[in-house]
C-alpha cells in the first residue's frame, strides 16, 4: 500500500511538471475540468464516491460534532451549544484513561511483535524451501477467520484447568494460570492470540519485499565474506522500509478492530440501539448484563470521544 | 539466498529450517485443531484437549446442535455477504475505471481521498452510522410498513454500510491493476468510435476477471467476519448475522459448553475455510496489496 501512495505521489507530481515545462498544447489528454473525459467519468466514479464519503467523511465530521455537544443515549442532540466539555469529562475519567493506555499498550506490542515475528518466518520461508505455497497457506490461515471464531479458540486454549497453553506450560513445572481472568495476564494473553492470527500477514507482506530485492545484492554480500546474520542485519532489512511502514499501518487499523475478539471473550451484553430502545425479538435465554461501566451519567458524546479507546475499556488499568 | 555448498553442514542447517517451519505448522494450527478434537468428544476433558476421542467418546451431537442454532444466522450471512460483496466489487472498479482509465485532471486528489477511506477504524463512525439508520433511515420500519420483515429491512441498511466502507479498498485493488492495461488498447477502441460505456463493457470489465475473484473473495471475508457493525446496526435477534449468535453460544454454560463453542465456531467459519481453501492464493493477493 505504501509503493502505491508512493505511486500516487509521484503521478501527481509528474503531472504538476508536465503542465508547467510542457504548456496547454503537449499534453494533457486529460484536458480541463469540463473535458469530455471528465464528463463521462463521472457516471463511474461519482456515485461510489457519494456513497463512500458519506460513510466516511460524513460519519467522521458528524461523529465530530457530536462529541462537542452534550448528547446523551436517547433523544436529539442539542447543536446550540458546542464545546470541549466531553473531551474534558472523558480525559478526568479513569476508566477512560485506563482503557486509552491499555489501547495504546496492545497497539504498540502487538504490531512490534507481529513485524518481529513475520519478518522472521518470511526470512525462513525465503530459503527456497519447498512446498512454499502450502507452509505459507498455513500461516496465512488464521487471518482468513472471524475475531469471533478465533476468540472461542483461544479462550479454550487459555482454559485455567484444561487449556492447551496451561498442558504445555505444565509439562515444564510451570503454571496452571489463569490467562483471561487474570488482570495482570490479560493483555499479554490477548496479543499473543493476536499475534497467532496477524503474525502471518506480516509475512506475506515481507515476503514480497523480499523479493522485489534484487539476487545480486544478496550475491554481493557473500562474495564480500558477510555472515548470514550481518547480511539481513545490515543489506537487506533496511530496504524492506516500504513494506514495514505499509504492514504497521493495517496491523494498526487490525489492532483497533480487536474489539470484536476482545467482546467474543467475555460478551454475552448486547448494546441497546441508538435513538430508541432496543426491540425485544432477542433470542430466549439471552443474559442482558447490564453495561459494565459506573454510574447513569455515561454521556454519549463521551463515548463517541472515547470510541477508539472503547476496545479495551474492559481490561484491567496496570496501575491502578 | 541459501548457502549452495554441499557440506554435511549445510544440509543440518536445511534440516533445522525444515523443522522450525514444521513447529510453526503446529503453532499455527494447533488452536484449530484442539478445537476440531474437542467438537467430536461427548466428554470434553475425557483426554487431552488435542487428542482425538477414543472411539466410544465420539459425537456429532456438538455440530448438529451448532449448526440448528446458527443456521438462522448463517442464512443472514449469506444474504448480507453475498450482495454486499458484489456490489461493493462493482462500485469499486466501476470507480477506479473512471479514476484511472478515463484521464482527467483532478482525478488524484479524488483518488486519495478514496483511499484515505481504507484506514477508517469502525468505531470512529460508529455512533453516527448506528443513529442514521435508526433514526434517519430506518429501514426497518419503512419495510415493516409495507409488509417487509423488520428485521430484512435493518440488514438491507448493513448491507449498504458495508458497501459504503468496502468501496475504498476495492478501487484501491482495481485501480492498482487498471494501471498497467496499456493506453493504446483503449485508444485504439476510442478511435474506432467506442463509447466509454462500451470500453467499459467490452473490454475493461472482461479483463478484470482474474481483480474480481481477488477482490470478491477478500471483500467476503471482511463482510462475513465482522461482529461490530452486525452488533450495533442489527442486533440480536431475527436478522443477526452468524457472527452475533456465535459470540453468545456456550456462553452461559462452563467446560461442559467447549464442545459446542468449538463446533459453533468451525459451522461458522466454514464459508470462509472453504473460500480459503480454494482461493488462498486471491485472498494472499488480496491482503498484501
Known amino acids: 500500500m505504501r509503493e502505491k501512495l508512493a505511486t500516487l505521489a509521484r503521478t501527481l507530481f509528474r503531472r504538476r511538471r508536465a503542465r508547467t515545462d510542457g504548456g496547454e498544447a503537449t499534453a494533457n489528454p486529460s484536458g480541463g475540468f469540463l473535458s469530455d473525459q471528465f464528463v463521462s467519468s463521472l457516471p463511474y466514479w461519482l456515485p461510489a464516491f457519494l456513497i463512500m464519503g458519506l460513510a466516511v467523511y460524513g460519519a467522521i465530521f458528524w461523529n465530530f460534532l457530536l462529541s462537542l455537544t452534550d448528547f446523551q443515549q436517547f433523544g436529539n442532540p442539542d447543536y446550540g451549544h458546542l464545546d470541549l466539555g466531553m473531551y474534558a469529562k472523558a480525559f478526568g475519567d479513569q476508566v477512560f484513561l485506563g482503557a486509552l493506555q491499555n489501547t495504546f499498550a496492545l497497539l504498540v506490542s502487538f504490531t512490534l511483535c507481529c513485524l518481529v515475528v513475520g519478518l522472521l518466518i518470511a526470512i525462513l520461508v525465503d530459503q527456497k524451501i519447498r512446498y512454499e505455497n502450502t507452509f505459507r497457506t498455513i500461516y496465512l490461515l488464521p487471518m482468513a477467520l472471524s475475531f469471533v471464531v478465533t476468540a472461542q479458540f483461544w479462550l479454550w486454549m487459555y482454559n485455567k484447568q484444561n487449556g492447551v497453553v496451561n498442558i504445555i506450560l505444565g509439562a515444564f513445572g510451570l503454571g496452571p494460570y489463569e490467562w483471561i481472568g487474570n488482570p495482570a495476564l490479560v493483555l499479554g494473553a490477548v496479543v499473543f492470540a493476536l499475534i497467532w492470527q496477524f503474525s502471518g500477514y506480516a509475512m506475506v507482506v515481507y515476503l514480497a519485499g523480499l523479493r522485489a530485492i534484487p539476487t545480486e545484492q544478496f550475491e554481493a554480500a557473500r562474495v564480500d565474506g558477510a555472515t548470514t546474520l550481518r547480511m539481513y542485519w545490515r543489506v537487506i532489512i533496511p530496504q524492506l522500509k516500504g513494506a514495514t511502514i505499509s504492514a504497521s499501518v493495517v496491523l494498526m487499523v487490525f489492532a483497533l478492530k480487536a474489539f470484536d475478539f476482545l467482546y467474543s471473550l467475555s460478551g454475552s451484553y448486547y448494546p441497546p440501539k441508538v435513538g430508541h430502545p432496543r426491540d425485544d425479538d432477542g433470542p430466549a435465554g439471552v443474559q442482558r448484563r447490564p453495561p459494565r461501566v459506573r454510574g447513569g451519567d455515561r454521556h454519549h458524546a463521551v463515548r463517541a470521544r472515547a470510541r477508539h479507546h472503547r476496545t479495551l475499556s474492559r481490561l484491567p488499568i496496570p496501575g491502578r | ?289
Open chain 2, 1 to 289: 539466498m541459501t548457502d549452495t555448498t554441499d557440506s554435511t553442514g549445510t544440509d543440518w542447517r536445511r534440516v533445522g529450517l525444515y523443522a522450525v517451519l514444521v513447529l510453526l505448522v503446529v503453532f499455527y494450527l494447533l488452536p484449530l485443531w484442539t478445537g476440531l478434537m474437542t467438537s467430536i468428544k461427548i466428554d470434553a476433558l475425557s483426554t487431552a484437549p488435542f487428542l482425538p476421542p477414543a472411539p466410544s467418546g465420539f459425537t456429532a451431537i456438538h455440530w448438529t446442535r451448532a449448526a440448528h442454532a446458527l443456521a438462522g444466522g448463517l442464512v443472514n450471512s449469506l444474504i448480507l455477504a453475498i450482495p454486499g460483496t458484489i456490489l461493493s466489487a462493482l462500485l469499486g472498479s466501476m470507480a477506479a475505471y473512471g479514476l484511472t482509465t478515463l484521464e482527467w485532471r483532478y482525478q488524484i486528489p479524488v483518488l486519495v481521498l478514496f483511499i484515505a477511506g481504507i484506514f477508517i477504524p469502525y468505531q470512529a463512525v460508529l455512533i453516527p452510522v448506528s443513529k442514521f439508520w435508526a433514526v434517519y433511515l430506518p429501514l426497518g420500519q419503512y419495510g415493516a410498513a409495507v409488509g417487509i420483515p423488520k428485521w430484512l429491512g435493518d440488514l438491507t441498511g448493513l448491507i449498504i454500510t458495508h458497501v459504503a466502507y468496502g468501496i475504498p479498498i476495492c478501487t484501491l485493488l482495481f485501480r492498482t491493476y487498471y494501471k498497467d492495461f496499456s493506453d493504446e488498447m483503449v485508444e485504439a477502441a476510442r478511435l474506432d468510435g467506442a463509447t466509454t460505456h462500451r470500453i467499459y463493457r467490452r473490454i475493461i470489465l472482461p479483463l478484470s476477471v482474474p481483480m474480481f475473484a481477488v477482490t470478491l473473495i477478500y471483500q467476503f471475508t471482511q463482510i462475513w467476519n465482522d461482529l461490530l457493525f452486525a452488533l450495533v446496526i442489527v442486533g440480536p435477534g431475527k436478522g443477526a448475522p452468524v457472527t452475533v449468535p456465535l459470540a453468545q453460544l456456550g456462553a452461559s454454560l462452563s467446560d461442559v459448553g467447549f464442545g459446542i463453542r468449538m463446533a459453533g465456531a468451525f459451522v461458522a467459519a466454514l464459508p470462509t475455510i472453504i473460500v480459503y481453501v480454494l482461493f488462498g492464493d486471491q485472498f494472499a493477493e488480496g491482503v498484501s496489496t
